[in-house]
């Protein structure tokens, strides 16, 4: 098998080719620069990759090599930016596609404009295929397939202010100012605010105070989860660490999140799902090495839909995949999971 990563000159795509080496998937290394592939392919360990040069306006030459590939992980960001046209080469080719996006913008986008185009070429795409947008939609997944009728479902960020790379801080600050969306009565609308509950994340005994966030879930769950409102949030610090950023400031983070910070972070989603007579069921992922996990689950994801398969289109995470089966795949890369009556 061969997975396409356009953009594996950056640090999550050299992370996701590496992982598709380690898993005996023959990664092809595709951007705009040689040199920095060629820099990347040796940092790596596979000096023997191929490599493949297109640039972002080149969408036939893209597609033609992604026709040499089973699948194309995309980890070029900002993909509010730059996300459209490596998707449009992926479905022109009729290859499945994945990405790295955490941009909820991009990801409504992918499904609202997207969805014909790759139904009628035979192509599965998943945007948010990242430590955030898959175990929070597959655990809110979980806990939705126990309460029968939804009023509300929460997906927050739980992590605590940690290392980010210079892409993630540039990609936050293409979305800055956006706002979020809320999924409400049926549709997505600009959230409307006002206060989320604080939420006492699990093994701690003091609440964290939240705000609303533009997550990935909230526009992945409502495809496969029948509610009333979905909203997302993620802890007051982390949303004022990101209000502050400047260009300048992210000019200054550096490119790559070293090891020990990586193994020092934990990342935690959590769902909260409450029915409409009030009782509710929580769950919740945590594991270390955030960036690592992205990369582990771009590149699983990729390879089931090419072996497993799913529907054509585009699917939120638990469309594509077994939430339970896939989770569990994840306790390999030292993911932990619950989900539980509150
Ligand atoms: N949980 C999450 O939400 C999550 C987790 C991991 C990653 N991500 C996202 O993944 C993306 C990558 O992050 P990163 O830290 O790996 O960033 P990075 O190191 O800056 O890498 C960016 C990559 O995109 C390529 N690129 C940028 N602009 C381009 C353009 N105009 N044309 C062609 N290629 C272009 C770069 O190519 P050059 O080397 O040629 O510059 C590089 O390969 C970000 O959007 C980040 O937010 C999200």
Redesign the pocket.
């Known amino acids: 098998m061969r997975i396409a990563v356009?953009?594996?000159?950056?640090?999550?795509?050299?992370?996701v080719a590496a992982e598709a080496r380690r898993r005996g998937i023959e990664p092809v290394l595709v951007?705009?620069?040689v040199v920095?592939?060629r820099k990347?392919s040796e940092d790596i360990g596979v000096p023997d990759a191929a490599l493949r040069i297109a640039?972002?306006d080149e969408i036939q030459e893209m597609a033609t090599i992604f026709t040499e590939c089973d699948a194309v992980v995309n980890?070029?960001?900002?993909?509010t930016?730059?996300g459209e046209p490596v998707l449009r080469a992926a479905i022109t080719a009729g290859r499945h596609y994945v990405?790295?996006?955490?941009?909820q913008h991009h990801i409504h986008r992918t499904f609202d404009e997207f969805s014909s185009a790759a139904e009628q070429s035979g192509t599965t795409a998943v945007p948010?295929a990242?430590?955030?947008?898959v175990p929070g939609d597959l655990i809110a997944q979980l806990a939705a397939a126990r309460v029968s009728s939804i009023r509300e479902v929460l997906i927050a960020d739980l992590r605590l202010p940690g290392g980010?790379?210079?892409?993630?801080a540039?990609?936050?600050l293409?979305v800055s100012g956006s706002g979020g969306l809320e999924f409400r009565d049926g549709a997505w609308h600009p959230d409307a605010g006002g206060t989320i509950e604080p939420v006492i994340p699990p093994g701690q005994d003091q609440p964290a105070a939240l705000r609303v966030f533009a997550l990935?879930g909230v526009v992945t769950v409502p495809r496969h989860v029948t509610a009333g409102r979905v909203r997302g949030a993620i802890r007051a610090e982390v949303a004022t660490l990101f209000e502050g950023l400047t260009e300048e400031m992210a000019e200054t983070i550096p490119?790559?999140?070293p090891m020990q910070a990586r193994q020092d972070g934990q990342?935690l989603m959590f769902a909260r799902v409450t029915g409409v007579n009030g009782e509710s069921v929580s769950g919740w992922v945590t594991g270390p090495d955030?960036?690592g996990l992205?990369a582990v689950i771009a590149v699983e994801t990729a390879r089931r839909l090419v072996e497993v398969g799913a529907p054509a289109g585009v699917l939120a995470p638990a469309q594509a995949v077994d939430p339970a089966d896939f989770l569990r795949y994840l306790a390999s890369a030292g993911a932990r999971w619950q989900v539980g009556e509150d």
């Open positions: 356009y953009g594996a000159s950056g640090f999550t795509g050299a992370l951007g705009r620069d920095r592939l990347t640039s972002l980890c070029a960001g900002p993909f930016r730059w990405d790295t996006s955490g941009e948010g990242t430590d955030d947008g980010v790379s210079r892409g993630t540039r990609s936050m293409a990935p490119e790559v999140v990342w955030a960036y992205t």
